[in-house]
Every structure is written in C-alpha cells, then in structure tokens.
C-alpha cells in the first residue's frame, strides 16, 4: 500500500507534504535538490522532453524558449494557449505535466507509491477553476481525493502546534499570484470556516511587476530606451525585480543593476521607496478583507479576530506584518511555515476521516485496535462557500433581469437548494436551460456565468405543462451540480452542459424590451418524397415526424410551409404562422399523397418551388427540409437547383432513408452536419436534432422570486 499526499499547486511554487507513519505529524517531501519548494514553472524542449521546476525555471531565467509560468492564474480559462514546441498547451495541459512531475519527484524522494492525493485551491477560485484543477489532476493519473481550500489548509497547519484553544482566525495567504483571506473559528475538534474572500489576479508577481517598471522608468529615463519594449529583456528585468523584492524582506535597500544595448543602469531602491510604491497593492488585500466582515450579518470586525495566520511566500514582505500588527495591535501568530503550511494541511486531510480521525487508523505511530487514532492537527472540518450560487432569472414586474440567488455566500458545504419549476411540454418533448451565476450582485453581468446547464428529453404530460424540481448544490469541493427531476414520472432528467452563447447583452435590456426585440421571423419548408416506394409505413412516419418537428418549434418565429413532389409538385401550404392552417395543411398533403395527385415517379425536384414561394419577404433564418426515400431522376439538376436556393439565403437540409442516396443528400444539403442518410426507425430523430439547432424557441419558465430562463419544445 502506498501513501496518501497533500500537493499544494502553487502559482510560483509547489510542495508536496505526507504523513509520517511513526509520529503521526506532516512533514515535507523535499523535492530531488533538497528543497522543500518547487518552482510552478515548466518546459519543453526542442526535442520533445518535458522539464518541471528548477530545471524549467533554470531554462526560463536564461531566456530560453518552451518554458511556462504563472499558469494557475489563467485556470478554466476556455480560450487560453501557450504554444510550446510541438503542441499548444491550455491551464490543464501545463498543470497536469507539473502535477505529474510533483508526483513522480515525491514517489522517487519517498521510496513509496502515492496513491491518491488532496490538492489545494485558491479558496476564491470558482467553478471552472476548481473543475480545470481536477482534470488536471487526473489527466497527470493522480486518484483525487479532493479539493481543499489552501486557507483552510493553512488552518490544519496551525494545529500542527498542538494549540487546542477556542479561537477565531484570519487565515492571510498572499501567494506569488493569488490572494485569499478566510476567517474561521478554530477548536481542538474541529475547524469551522466561518467565511472566504480573495482575489486570484492578485500576488507577489504584483509587487514584482512594480518593481519590473520602477526599474525600466529609471533605464529610460537615463538612457531612452525602455527595456521592457524587448521580451527577451523584460524576462531578465522580471527575475531581478523578484530578487530585489525578496533583498528588501531583510534589508533596508537594494542594488540593481541592468545592462541592454550597450547601456549599464545601476539604481538602488529603499524598502521605503518599495512600500510606497506597492502600497496600493497592500490596499487592495485590506479592502477584500474588509469586504468578507461586512459579508456576516451582523458584520465582523478586526476586534472579533484573536489572531492572524500568515500564509504564502509573500507575506514575508514586512509591509505584511506592520499592517497586521497595525490592525489587530498584535503580530501575526507564530509556528506556522508560511511556504509548507498549505501543502502540510492538505496531507492531513489526505489521511483523515469527516471526524477528524485517521485513515488508515495505522497512522499516528501506535497500531490501532478496533478504534482510528487521531492524526496531529487532524480536526473535523467545516468549509464553506466563497460565492454564492444564483441563476438568471426575470424581476415580477418583467423589467430587468436578476440574480435569484440559491445557495447564500458563506453557506456551510456541501450545499444544495431544490426549486420546483413549471414548464410547458409539447407532445415531442421537452428541454429547459438553466444559466447559473456565481456572486452576490443584483444583476447578472457583473457575477461570473458559471455555466448553461440544459436538462433534454423532458417527457409530455397530460395538459402539456409539467413540474420540474431542479438541484443545485456545492460539493465537498467547492464544484457546482445540477440535476432536475421531473415530479410527475420521478424520473432524473438528462443534463449536458453546454457553451455560454457569444452574446449575452441581451440580459442589460429587459424582459419586456427583448419581447419586443424578438429576432425577424424566419420560415421552413418541409418538402416530401411522394413516390410508390413512399407508400404504407415511410409515408405515415414521414408525417408523424413532420407533426413532431411542428410541435417543437415555435411557429412564430419560424412559419412552416408544405410541399409534395414525384414526377410533379405542389405546394400544399405557403409559410405561415397559424396553427390551424398548419394542421389543415399536413392533412391536405396527406391526402394529395393519397389521392396519387402528384404520381408516384420522380421526375421533379421540390427546389424550384421553394424558390418561388415566398421566403424572400422573410429578414429572418430561411429552410428548406427534404425528406426522401430514394433516387431522384436528375440529380445533377436537383443538386444546381438547391445551390441556388443557398445563394437566395435559404438553407438546405436532406433527410434520405429507405434507398436514399447519401452521396446525393450530403450534395443538396448546405447544413451538412443536420443532413444524414437514417432509417424510419430514427427519423423522428434526425427531426428533433434539426428543430433543435434551428427551431428551439426561448420560453420563460415561472419561478420562485421571478421568471427562470428556459427553452421548451425544441
């Protein structure tokens, strides 16, 4: 059996800390140099050989190329790419090939297998973060315990101390590019996470890119040239401002020295200076604190805090330590390892049970008989959410759209909140969207959409209208989960994510205003093969799908037309929007098809009538959907005739079974991934695939404090 890891995934450095079987107490893997840190950076070489830590960054502080940093920053970030040699890298890529070295370095280091891992997050990381970590993770064949929040894992460390003392804590963890404070309630038993804030744009790359420009003002300024202008040289300048901060830790002053085009600058820069010159950076992190008291209802206050726990390499910085003393008139508590302590909190709750209690219960140096030994600093712990959990929704009086907030910031984890939700279901089905929000502010936009959630496949019921009770909830690590239960049946309903859309202004107008802002009509033939070999069953399950597709759209927003063809045509129906009229229409096409009004050869194509028939006065979406069950008599021509059709701005769409040529469909078709030879079998469901893409209506759906954004009938 191997060991159970904690992994601290920092943003400049990481660490990797075990349970020690004969004491029971966290201790630091050190990584292959004796180190207990390791650089966050990684690299490919030329030749293909991946390179983690200080072999990477010994590559980066050179200049060269291939090399990776800071990623962490752009976690769940969908539209990242670093372009390494030979392949582009997204977050999770570059995460993964640090977190499998870490793992492999710690396996080499220990002498023992890891079998599982909890890897620590920025507690103000959000959904899509947390999710990219966890893919990074397995991707790197890491068994994921979990997530853990890095502030309440600096809250494990502190019991590291043997303190067992009732207090409140603010956990200050200032890492090289986040920024997170939590404050929590702490006992010999358990850790209660009272409440979480935090920025993860903000860290000592910060204060190093002030120092960066303070340097190249000075260069210009002598020389000017800005250094900064070539990429090469600000890398170099980057590394001299981190090692200028860290000289400012212990002395008073700073030499700097940059060389570039023949030119030597040398500059000294006073802590002074460098406080002055960070010090709104210091500011920020003293206003997101100020934000978490006044998140409590009643608020907090620095003089409900008994003590302050320092986390990160950059809270070395003694512009840290005078704020705190300043605001709690006491320094900081003492015993905890700023750059250890994450990584040793998370090995703790690796090898823990909910209570605190160890796993396996072997660990803490005695072998244990019928009960689990604690673990030093194993505690219960209670998390809880950084953000809360909402979802677009309409105000009662329809003119705006809000937040209906679900789950409360600060609520105890794991959480959930069901509402239940009426929707109206055509016969065909239904679907409804959920859009999901994270943050606490009244209008949608200015909190991070967290997803679009769609639950598909909603079965009909009697009346058309059906109750739906959907679930929201925070897991244990901190990861959103939806799911929807239709009342009626009891049955769990299908759920896909799927992209935001591109444009979301549509939420800054109101509800009513997009009513009146409904996109231009647009409309759809449905043209049907009347020939012999459509007779008995393909003819009737043509139909019931046509009457299905009808169902599902909205035919307002697309008016459907009707056309038979054989060795003739006719348009049985030209668009429209009346419901009676479509029906009269489907039984008028029928019988024409009965009545062998059009024979039964297959002399004619349907396209010269959908050019004629109307669609040029419609601004909106045109189509033309032709279903047929075999081999038309001039192909060549039909084929000339639907390109015409899509240089008129009408789409076209080929539905062939039976003796269908796929060849033909796919070249009478402009929408070739809804074009598809099937089979009667699956025909109504190559039409339901079609009315989604281009027929899905948008409905409203009532709600608890409003109106739920919901599609139905699609």
């Known amino acids: 059996m191997g060991i159970r890891v904690g992994i601290d995934l920092g943003t400049t450095y990481s660490a990797v800390a075990r349970i020690d079987p004969a004491t029971g107490r966290a201790t630091i893997i050190p990584n292959r140099y004796g180190h207990a840190v390791t650089p966050s950076v990684v690299a490919v070489t030329e030749d293909g050989e991946e390179l983690f830590g200080e072999d990477a960054k010994e590559r980066q502080e050179l200049g060269e190329t291939g090399t990776a940093s800071f990623f962490k920053r752009v976690m769940g970030d969908p539209g990242f790419r670093l372009d390494l040699p030979g392949r582009p890298c997204t977050p999770v890529d570059l995460s993964a090939m640090l977190l499998k070295g870490l793992v492999g370095q710690a396996e080499m280091m220990s002498g023992e297998h890891v079998d599982a891992a909890v890897v620590t997050v920025p507690a103000y990381f959000r959904n899509a973060e947390r999710e990219a970590t966890l893919a990074a993770a397995r991707r790197a064949g890491i068994t994921v315990l979990g997530l853990l929040n890095e502030p309440t894992a600096a809250a494990f460390a502190y019991g590291l101390g043997g303190s067992s003392a009732n207090r409140t804590i603010l956990v200050y963890d200032l ?26 744009y903000l860290g000592g790359k910060d204060w190093d890119d002030d ?15 800005d250094p900064l202008d070539d990429t090469e040289q600000a890398d170099i300048i980057g590394v001299t401002a981190e090692k200028t901060k860290k000289r400012l830790t212990n002395a008073t002053s700073a030499p700097v020295s940059v060389a570039w085009h023949g030119h030597r600058g040398r500059y000294t820069l006073t802590r002074r200076e460098f406080d002055e010159l960070t010090s709104y950076r210091l500011m920020r992190t003293a206003d997101i604190i100020d934000r978490l008291f006044a998140s409590f209802t009643p608020a907090r ?25 300043r605001m709690t008139g006491k320094p900081p508590l003492a015993g905890v390892n700023v750059d250890e302590a994450v990584a040793l909190g998370a090995a703790i709750r690796a090898n823990q049970d909910a209570s605190g209690n160890a796993t396996p219960p072997t660990i803490g140096g005695t072998k244990a008989r019928n009960q689990a030994l604690p673990l030093i600093g194993g505690r ?29 910031k600060n609520a105890a984890i794991p959480a959930r909140n069901t509402q239940r939700r009426e929707l109206a279901v055509p016969r065909r089905g239904g679907e409804l969207d959920v859009y999901l929000l994270q943050g606490s502010e009244p209008a949608p936009l200015d909190n991070d959409v967290a997803g679009l959630y769609a639950f598909t496949g909603i079965p009909y019921v009697d009346g058309g209208r059906t109750l739906i009770d959907v679930t929201y909830r925070y897991d244990a690590d901190g990861v959103i989960k939806v799911s929807a239960t239709q009342v009626e049946t009891g049955r769990k309903l299908h759920m896909e994510r799927r992209p935001l859309p591109d444009d979301m202004s549509w939420l800054e107008r109101s509800p009513k205003k997009n009513d009146r802002q409904a996109p231009p009509a647009g409309a759809v033939y449905l043209a049907i093969d009347f020939s012999g070999s459509m007779c008995g069953n393909p003819f009737r399950q043509a139909m019931d799908a046509c009457r299905d597709f009808i169902a599902s759209i909205d035919v307002a927003a697309l008016n459907v037309g009707l056309i038979g063809f054989a060795d003739r045509t006719k348009t049985y129906l030209e668009p429209t929007d009346d419901g009676g009229a479509i029906r009269q229409g489907i039984r008028d096409l029928a019988a024409g098809f009965d009545a062998e009004e059009l024979s039964f050869g297959n002399d004619a194509s349907p396209f010269p009538d959908v050019l004629a028939g109307g669609l040029d006065r419609y601004d909106g979406p045109k189509y033309a959907i032709v279903l047929t069950d075999g081999v038309w008599y001039d192909q060549d021509t039909a084929i000339r005739q639907a390109r015409q059709c899509n240089e008129a701005g009408i789409d076209t ?29 699956h025909l109504g469901d190559s039409f339901s695939n079609i009315a989604r893409v281009i027929g899905g209506s948008t409905g409203l759906v009532s709600g608890s404090s409003g109106t739920a954004i919901g599609h139905s009938g699609r």
């Open 175 to 200: 890492g090289g590019g986040t920024f997170d404070v939590t404050l929590a309630r702490v006992d010999a038993g358990e850790i209660r996470i009272l409440g979480s804030d935090g920025d993860h």
């Open 211 to 225: 120092v960066a420009t303070w340097i190249a003002d000075r260069f210009e300024d002598e020389f000017g040239e």
């Open 301 to 325: 206050r620095w003089s409900d805090v008994d003590g302050v726990i320092l986390v990160g390499g950059s809270t070395r910085m003694p512009q840290v330590h005078e704020y705190v003393e």
């Open 380 to 408: 219960k712990i209670t998390d809880a959410t950084s953000h809360a959990l909402g979802m677009i929704a309409e105000s009662e009086d329809r003119e705006r759209y809000v937040n209906d907030i679900l789950i409360a």
């Open 653 to 681: 769409i080929g539905l062939g079974f039976g003796g269908a040529d796929e060849t033909f469909i796919d070249a009478i078709s402009s929408m070739k991934d809804l074009a598809r030879l099937t089979d009667l079998r």
